[in-house]
């Protein structure tokens, strides 16, 4: 008893240590507190990238005052279109050099045909609708902006509902004394956001390592293994829906114009042209290959299809118009130098007609 007691007393000593401790300086910079997004306000972070010769060897990466990547917001916003992008680590695109990320360039061209025009980067690594949502209602709406462009699916492949740590980041999905817990100690906070960080690097959405291709890799799946995982994402099919329409219906309420972006992936059908792997065979996890990991994401693009054309709504086909091209990813989803360019080409030529018709004022 004597020893449980005292394990119980030291147990308790360290957690108020480490509480108080990380109240003063908390070094981990972590952008969710309880329900709460907190974002990287007013930073810079310089990486030194040596593991990766698609990305450039000095990256920088800068927040301004909103927390969003980009320019500062105009302090008079009347005549102004503006434009935030959501999404997780393929729209943050934290590899990239600020002014080589797509959002930069897409806004740098749209900045050619319209005045006037303001653009910023709202992406989270490791983001899916769940956090688009919280981070729409808590920072974006707020602000009114014109447009909010959401490229969103990767994220979202499997993730059920609820879990632990959507919970936490849903209102009231928690009873109040644990969401106060949650949102008040930073020692829980921290334990949280580890598991968070942990669960987003095994789904390859927060690394810059280089995926080598090898063509001597090759994974067969057969039809009926491949049939039933498909089968199995309609229960996560039908919550992604729900998210994505919520998501439009905030917009529209707050008289924002939503427009939505399919996900691209490096894997599917062809060969690519670099190195000659066959892109629908290459091993994606042990018992998944290109084909079907493609096939699974499609299942997802095609429900953003669908909310989009129910609801009148524009919606940029990028999971088809990006060439399935190692030159433009460093990995499965995220996009190198070159690729994030070829996206901000095929965005700006589609994204155009759009603003055309709800702000013809701005066009020059």
């Known amino acids: 008893m004597r020893k449980a007691g005292y394990a119980l007393y030291l147990f308790a000593a360290v957690l108020i240590l480490l509480e108080i401790g990380l109240r003063i300086y908390n070094p981990f910079h972590f952008r969710l507190k309880g329900e709460r997004i907190v974002l990287p306000v007013d930073q810079k972070q310089i990486i030194t990238n040596r593991i990766n010769p698609k990305l450039d060897p000095l990256i920088v990466n800068t927040r301004n005052s909103l927390g969003f990547r980009g320019p500062e917001l105009p302090s008079d916003r009347s005549g102004w279109l503006t434009i935030i992008t959501v999404g997780g680590s393929t729209t943050e695109c934290h590899f990239l050099n600020d002014d080589r990320t797509w959002p930069f360039l897409l806004g740098r061209r749209l900045n050619d045909s319209f005045s006037n ?51 936490l980041n849903t209102r009231g999905a928690f009873p109040d004394l644990k969401h106060y817990i949650f949102e008040n100690s930073e020692v829980l906070n921290l334990a949280l956001n580890l598991v968070r960080g942990w669960r987003a690097q095994r789904m390859n959405n927060t690394t810059n390592a280089n995926l080598v291709l090898d063509s001597t890799r090759k994974l067969i799946v057969p039809d009926q293994g491949r049939m039933v995982r498909l089968k199995a994402q309609d229960r996560y099919l039908a919550l ?16 924002i114009l939503p427009v ?46 669908d909310v989009c054309a129910q609801k009148g709504l524009a919606v940029i086909d990028l999971a088809r118009l990006l060439p399935k091209d190692s030159r433009y990813f460093y990995d499965m989803s995220h996009f190198t130098n070159a690729g994030s360019e070829r996206i901000a080409e095929l965005l700006s030529v589609r994204l155009t007609p759009v603003l055309d018709r709800y702000f013809p004022a701005n066009h020059k």
């Open 117 to 167: 025009c303001w653009m910023n980067n709202a992406g989270l690594d490791g983001h899916s609708t769940y956090g688009h949502t919280i981070l729409l209602n808590d920072h974006i709406k707020q602000l009114r902006p014109s447009v909010v462009i959401f490229l969103t699916g990767v994220n979202d492949v499997e993730l059920e509902e609820p879990t632990f740590h959507d919970k």
């Open 240 to 255: 992604y829906r729900s998210r994505l329409t919520g998501l439009a219906d905030t917009c529209l309420a707050w008289h």
């Open 260 to 305: 939505f972006v399919t996900q691209p992936n490096l894997f599917g059908f062809g060969v690519d042209s670099l190195t000659g792997v066959d892109l629908a065979l290459y091993p994606v996890d042990k018992d998944v290959n290109g084909r079907l990991m493609w096939e699974m994401l499609e299942r997802y693009n095609d429900v953003m299809r």
